[in-house]
């Protein structure tokens, strides 16, 4: 199994572009979700996936949108990029248990970003 | 103020040394996460646990539910142990939330 998937590991981006940061993930795990690290605090939320069809903000969604088609793939999508978007984002994954999803965490490599 | 507070921030020892950080926090939790991510950057899960106390190889991980606390300790600390360790707790409601890390450096 290859686990959780991420690309691209590092991307650049001028304010104002748009891209999708990729993350897959073979384990059939329900709960999806992305943070972004950024120096001196915790991972912070920014969306997340219960299940195919179904996405909920977390706690810093302006500027990001997702969705989720499949049970594997929950693209994360800067739609104009700004500079304070220069972050290392993560994606993790999780088997649901009932509604507490109380699994393990799985994830991705990372991807750094820098909006210049 | 922190809904999950960590120390150390930052943690140097000599290898072979006994390790212990410290997780506090102060929301209604199901549990609690423990995670390590190393200067690459990967994260990788350590311990899930909501009670009591969980071992795996040289790691052990307690929990407190009355006292909101856990730690983790590190047996005879070696190099390779050199990460960030991350505490992360899931909300009664379900949210995650992070720490800031503890940054441990073994020195050899």
């Known amino acids: 199994n290859a686990g959780v998937t991420q690309t691209p590991k590092f991307q650049v981006l001028k304010t104002g572009q748009s891209m999708t940061l990729q993350c897959a993930q073979d384990m059939n795990h329900e709960y999806m979700s992305w943070y972004r690290q950024d120096p001196g605090m915790g991972l912070r939320l920014i969306h997340y996936?219960?299940?195919?069809?179904?996405?909920d903000q977390g706690e810093v969604p302006n500027g990001y949108n997702v969705s989720r088609s499949t049970t594997e793939d929950f693209p994360l999508r800067l739609l104009s990029a700004a500079p304070s978007q220069t972050s290392v984002y993560f994606c993790a994954s999780s088997r649901s248990q009932g509604s507490s999803y109380n699994s393990p965490l799985h994830f991705g490599n990372g991807t750094r970003l820098t909006v210049t | 103020k922190n809904e999950v507070e960590q120390s150390p921030q930052n943690l140097t020892a000599q290898e072979g040394e006994f390790i212990t950080i410290n997780c506090s926090y102060s929301?209604?939790?199901?549990?609690l996460h423990w995670l390590q991510q190393h200067p690459g950057g990967g994260i990788v899960s350590l311990f899930m646990?909501?009670?009591g106390k969980k071992k795996h190889g040289r790691l052990i991980a307690t929990i407190n539910i009355q006292e909101k606390h856990s730690s983790l300790h590190i047996t005879a600390s070696h190099p390779r142990d050199s990460a960030v360790y991350i505490c992360?707790?899931?909300?009664?409601?379900?949210?995650?939330?992070f720490g800031k890390g503890t940054k441990l450096s073994v020195k050899p």
């Open positions: 929301v209604g939790i199901s549990a």
């Open positions: 992360a707790v899931r909300e009664s409601q379900g949210n995650l939330i």
């Open positions: 996936s219960v299940g195919a069809g179904i996405t």
């Open positions: 646990l909501s009670s």
